[in-house]
Structures are given as C-alpha cells and as structure tokens.
C-alpha cells in the first residue's frame, strides 16, 4: 500500500486572549503538539480521544480546514503548499458530527451535493444533476430527495447527504469527524455500513475520528491515540484492542463497561485531562498514569516501537 | 402562497378598521376641539355661539355616532376636509405620502445597503481592528441626537460649505429635478446615518452566528472561495432576523422621521400628522395615523413573503 497522506511534526496552537493592559493575559492553548502519522491508500485510520484531545482540529488540518502552526503535510508524496492545496481540495473531503448544522438549509440537495463541482468547475450544468442524482441513489435515498431542503430529512437522511455531498468530487480521503455520534443508536450502524460499502466501492482512504472504541473496531484497519494534543500510541487496530501498549490506551479500553465482566480495580483513570493551555512537563499523562516515575515527570518520552512489535508505536517511558 | 396573501390582507383590512376605531376615541378624548381652537383668537364669542358651531359640526353628538358617520363617509371615499388647511384630506395626504416616500425609501435603502457592507465586514473578525471601528462608529450612528446631527449637517454643510440646501424640498421658480435631488441630499443623509447604526450591529451579530456553523465550514470543505462563503453560505441565512427588524423599523420610520422632516422643512408625514394632532385637525390627524398603521402592517406582510422565499423550512399556508 503507497502512502497518501503524511502528516509531518504537525502542531497546532491557538493564542487565547490579545493581551494589552486590560485583557486576559495572552496564553496558547496546544491543540496539537508534534504529531506525526501517515495514511496509506484505502485504508481506515482511526483518531481516538477523550473530548479535548485535539482529535477534529487534526480532521480540520488534514481537510485543509486549520493552517498547522508547525509542520507540514504530504499528499501522495508531494508536499502540501498553497498551489498543492488546489488539486488535493477536491481529493480531501470531510464529513461533519452534525448533520443539522452542516447542511445549508437554503439550498435544495441537489445544489447541495453538486456544488464542489460548480466550484471546481467540473462538469455541465445537466452532467452535474446527473453526478448527483447517482449520489443520492448510492448513499440510499430516493431519486425526489434531489429537490427537496435539509430540513425534510431525519439525521440519518442528512448523514448520508453530507455522505453523498463529500463523495461528488471523486476524493481519495474522507475526513469523518465523528459522523456517528450525533445518531441514534440504530441509524449509527446503518450509515457505519453505507461508509463501508462506498469505501469498497469507491477505494477510499478514511481518517475516522471517534471516541466510540466499539465502533472502532468495527471499521478501521490502525487506530492512533491522542492524548492533550500528542499521539501516544499508533497501531494495527488488534495489537492496539488486544496488546494495548501505552498505559493509557490500556486504560481507555478498560473504561468501556461490557456486560458480564467487573471492571477491574485500580485501572480506570483518575482525575481530569490537565488544560491544554498549561500542559505538564515531561510525559503530558503522568499525573494520571499509574506507572508514572520521575523520568516521567522530566523527559518527553518519544514514540518508539512496543517490544517485539515492531509496528506497534507508543510514546511511554514504560511501554509494554 | 396566494390563500396566504389573501388572509393576511383580510386580517390587514380587520385591523385597520379596529384601529381607526381606536384612533378616532383618543383623538375625540383629546380634550378641548376644534371649536376651542377656532373660536381663540376671539375671546369675546358668546358660549351659545359656540355651543351652536359645535352642533353645527356635530360634534355635540356622543363618540359613538360621530364615529359611525366619519366611518360611512371615509368608507364612500369621502376622508372630510382639513380643518387647519381648508382643503379636503386626500389632498394634503398624497404630497405629504410622496415626499415621505422619497425620503423614506432612498435613505432606507441606503441604510440597509451601508448596514450589509459594515456588517459582514464587522462580523469577518469579530473584536479585530475594521470590527473595532465600524462598531464605534455604529454606536455613534445609535448615539447621536437626529436634531443635532441634522443641525450639524446643516452648519458644515449649508452654512460653511454651502453645498446643499439648508432646508425645503425645492427652490422657489425652479423645482426640476436636480434642485429636488440637491434638496434631498441632507435629510436623507442624516435619516440613514441614524438607521444604519442599528441595522449595521443586527447585521454583525447574525452574521457572527451563522459564520460559526457547520455550514459555512462545509462549503470551506468544498473549496469555496471567501466571497461565496460569506456571501452565498452565511449572509443569505443570516439575512432572516434581520429582515424582520428592517421591516418592522420600516413602518416606525414612515411616521417617525418627524424630527429630520422638521429640521429640513420636508412636508412629509411625520410632520403633518403631528401638526394635525397639536391643530386639533381630526380628519387630517386621523387619515394620516391610519395611514402609517396600513404601511406598518404592509411591511410586516412584506417581511413574512420574505421568509419563505429566505428560509424554505417556513412554509406560508
């Protein structure tokens, strides 16, 4: 498999506050710090995270949505400046969590989905209603949803608009920020197999960014772990499930409740995440990891492979 | 569409008969009448004298009645005659309604198109430096006294500069279209520089919304550029509250420009309705007052055709 998309040292910081006299002192908050990973073709990357994490500003910078503070970015081997932005625009697309905000509710479907390519200029007018009349057909609903606004539609109807709008160009890579969880339960697994159906059909790559580990597991080929910003593990989707290598990617997946088992004690997590404006020196986990030890507290452990597995990384001093 | 349009004028023409109802009790509970005003500068009349005008006009009768027989005659077209100009309504009413309309309509669109420019160019980066200023300037535009900025405007402009015309709305012998424009420039000026102001924050304030929604970074997703973003995406969406003030500020202005018609000397509504009013001028006073709630309720009509055709998630039915 040949590689896509590379993100190289990517950070990103946000300045808090304009500082001055009367304002806030200025601070940065540290979306993302140094992360570094690559998707290859047609395959399904994961990006999970509690809440803060930094997991849809990393969607937002592979989209084109965010400029990185620091690093760069390679698509298809060639690096990503302004002119290349161009061309790779119509081969990133994403798919938002809200299927009721990310919907003009002014414009009917059809203009909705065929719109990338009136921008793009791709196309006539009439091969244009075509291409989104075979959207729509292929995402699942009716050949009369062409006509008809977002709001006749249910959330799952919209995922899948947003689905067919994010398929017009003919991408390459599919940002999915958390296309599930605004769904109920029972339309979750309906659009998670419309995503696989159109991922065959269409030989997609997917960066699929989630905190629904069940759902995971369910669709990705590597799962990369981010915690306060950084990466702190990277691997195959079962050496991550069954020989979770990080401390805290062992304790994320102690935390989902299964029926059957008691949860064992002294592994779940304690306390907060620290803010993301005032990061801890060190390894950014070590005041809620249970192994943490005073290398921790100094040295930035960096993401090296678990012992004999080579292709599973994790940023631990301690790394199993 | 067409049943909408249809109820809503019915209702229109129900409330406009409520409200001259309405109208005509508080102008007859006003106290003193016309007679009081006639008879002034003659101290010496006798009581019976004015006691017989009074039948005469039939104003001895009760409200009720008086109120029956203006409403049979206004509905056969007859609106009576102006006491103060001795001339029939109709007849001051419709110069008074066209000098009104060219004040109101050209400094409303010119309010509306200033408020549309500043604020999306506020709303781009909300609390930067171009935010910074337009909003100062806005809260100037909302501060600032229509009497003095009138008065200014006429200091710098026809004392010192002699650009324009002081006041009136022609010259006496010329009167072409030129000299009315010229005459124009200053009160229109000075209406929407006091309009924009409002117009330009609700502006700003929906345009912050809307650029904060997923839709707008959809069609950054979809590689659109700034200007179809912000004018295609956001504006067209954020244009739904706003409409409904511009056209509800729309009917308060068209009787409510009295303080710029009265420094400009513009015989427009405002100002004859006000003078009708403190000239105990029933008919003139309560033509014009019905006259202002018709267009009221006619733009708010007009903000409700514009909700469908803005948002389709509002059908009208």
Same mark, same amino acid.
Request: proline fraction near 10%; glycine fraction near 6%.
């Given at each position: 498999m040949s590689e896509l998309i590379a993100l190289d040292g990517i950070s990103v910081h946000f300045p808090i506050g304009r500082g001055g006299l009367f304002a806030a002192p200025k601070r940065t908050l540290r979306a993302a710090e140094n992360v570094s990973f690559a998707i290859a073709e047609g395959e399904t990357l994961a990006l999970v995270g509690e809440s803060g994490s930094g997991k849809s500003t990393l969607g937002n910078v592979v989209a084109g949505l965010q400029i990185p503070t620091a690093g760069s970015l390679r698509f298809r081997g060639?690096?990503? %400046?302004?002119?290349?932005?161009?061309?790779?625009?119509?081969?990133?697309?994403? $798919?938002?969590? %809200?299927?009721?905000?990310?919907? %003009?509710?002014?414009?009917?479907?059809?203009?909705?989905?065929?719109?990338?390519?009136?921008?793009?200029?791709?196309?006539? $007018?009439?091969?244009?209603?075509?291409?989104?009349?075979?959207?729509? @057909?292929? $995402?699942?609903?009716?050949?009369?949803?062409?006509?008809?606004?977002?709001?006749?539609?249910?959330?799952?109807?919209?995922?899948?608009?947003?689905?067919?709008?994010?398929?017009?160009?003919?991408?390459?890579?599919? $940002?999915?920020?958390?296309?599930?969880?605004?769904?109920?339960?029972?339309?979750?697994?309906?659009?998670?197999?419309?995503?696989?159906?159109?991922?065959?059909?269409?030989?997609?790559?997917?960066?699929?960014?989630?905190?629904?580990?069940?759902?995971?597991?369910?669709?990705? %080929?590597?799962?990369?772990?981010?915690?306060?910003?950084?990466?702190?593990?990277?691997?195959?989707?079962?050496?991550?499930?069954?020989?979770?290598?990080?401390?805290?990617?062992?304790?994320?997946?102690?935390?989902?409740?299964?029926? @059957?088992?008691?949860?064992?004690? @002294?592994?779940?997590?304690?306390?907060?995440?620290?803010?993301?404006?005032?990061?801890?020196?060190?390894?950014?986990?070590?005041?809620?990891?249970?192994?943490?030890?005073?290398?921790?507290?100094?040295?930035?452990?960096?993401?090296?492979?678990?012992?004999?597995?080579? @292709?599973?990384?994790?940023?631990?001093?301690?790394?199993? | 569409m067409t049943r909408f349009v249809l109820r809503r004028i019915v209702q229109t023409l129900i409330v406009l008969l409520v409200m001259s109802f309405v109208i005509y009790s508080l102008i007859g509970l006003m106290p003193g009448d016309p007679i009081d005003i006639m008879i002034a500068s003659n101290p010496n009349i006798a009581p019976d004298v004015a006691a017989n005008l009074r039948k005469i006009y039939g104003l001895d009768q009760p409200l009720l009645l008086r109120y029956w027989h203006w409403l049979m005659s206004a509905l056969s077209g007859d609106l009576g005659y102006s006491r103060t100009h001795s001339q029939p309504v109709l007849h001051m009413l419709l110069p008074a309604l066209w000098q009104t309309c060219k004040l109101l309509v050209t400094s409303f669109i010119l309010s509306v198109l200033l408020s549309f420019g500043l604020g999306i160019l506020a709303a781009r980066k909300p609390g930067g430096i171009v935010d910074g200023l337009i909003s100062l300037a806005a809260f100037a535009g909302i501060s600032v006294p229509v009497f003095w900025l009138a008065l200014m405007m006429i200091l710098v402009f026809a004392v010192e500069l002699h650009w324009f015309p002081a006041s009136g709305i022609a010259t006496v012998g010329d009167g072409g279209l030129r000299d009315q424009v010229v005459h124009l420039v200053m009160p229109v000026t000075t209406l929407a520089l006091a309009t924009t102001g409002g117009f330009t924050r609700y502006v700003r304030a929906s345009m912050i919304e809307v650029l904060r929604l997923d839709l707008v970074r959809t069609a950054r997703a979809k590689g659109a550029g700034e200007m179809r973003v912000v004018m295609v995406h956001a504006f067209r969406n954020a244009l739904i509250p706003v409409v409904t003030i511009m056209a509800l500020s729309f009917g308060v202005l068209f009787n409510g420009a009295l303080l710029t018609e009265t420094m400009f000397a513009q015989p427009g509504m405002g100002k004859m309705i006000y003078d009708a009013i403190l000239g105990n001028d029933f008919n003139l006073a309560l033509s014009g007052l019905l006259f202002a709630t018709l267009v009221t309720l006619l733009s708010n009509l007009a903000a409700d055709l514009a909700y469908g055709w803005l948002d389709p998630r509002i059908s009208l039915q």
């Open positions: 060639r690096p990503l %400046d302004a002119a290349a932005w161009k061309d790779a625009r119509r081969a990133i697309q994403i $798919v938002f969590q %809200d299927p009721f905000g990310a919907l %003009d509710p002014r414009m009917p479907v059809s203009a909705i989905i065929a719109e990338p390519l009136k921008i793009q200029g791709i196309a006539t $007018v009439a091969e244009r209603r075509e291409r989104a009349a075979e959207l729509v @057909g292929q $995402v699942g609903l009716p050949r009369d949803a062409l006509n008809r606004y977002p709001h006749e539609f249910s959330g799952g109807q919209r995922q899948r608009i947003a689905i067919a709008r994010a398929l017009a160009p003919s991408p390459q890579l599919i $940002v999915a920020d958390e296309p599930l969880s605004a769904l109920d339960v029972s339309i979750q697994s309906q659009i998670l197999n419309l995503m696989k159906e159109i991922q065959e059909e269409h030989s997609l790559s997917y960066l699929f960014i989630s905190h629904d580990l069940a759902v995971v597991n369910h669709l990705v %080929d590597r799962v990369a772990v981010l915690y306060l910003g950084r990466l702190v593990e990277i691997a195959a989707r079962a050496e991550v499930f069954d020989t979770p290598s990080h401390p805290y990617t062992q304790a994320l997946l102690h935390s989902v409740p299964r029926i @059957g088992r008691k949860r064992p004690r @002294g592994q779940t997590i304690k306390g907060e995440m620290p803010s993301p404006m005032a990061p801890p020196p060190g390894c950014v986990f070590h005041p809620r990891c249970p192994k943490a030890a005073d290398v921790c507290r100094s040295e930035i452990p960096a993401l090296l492979p678990a012992p004999g597995r080579p @292709g599973q990384l994790a940023a631990c001093h301690f790394r199993e | -």
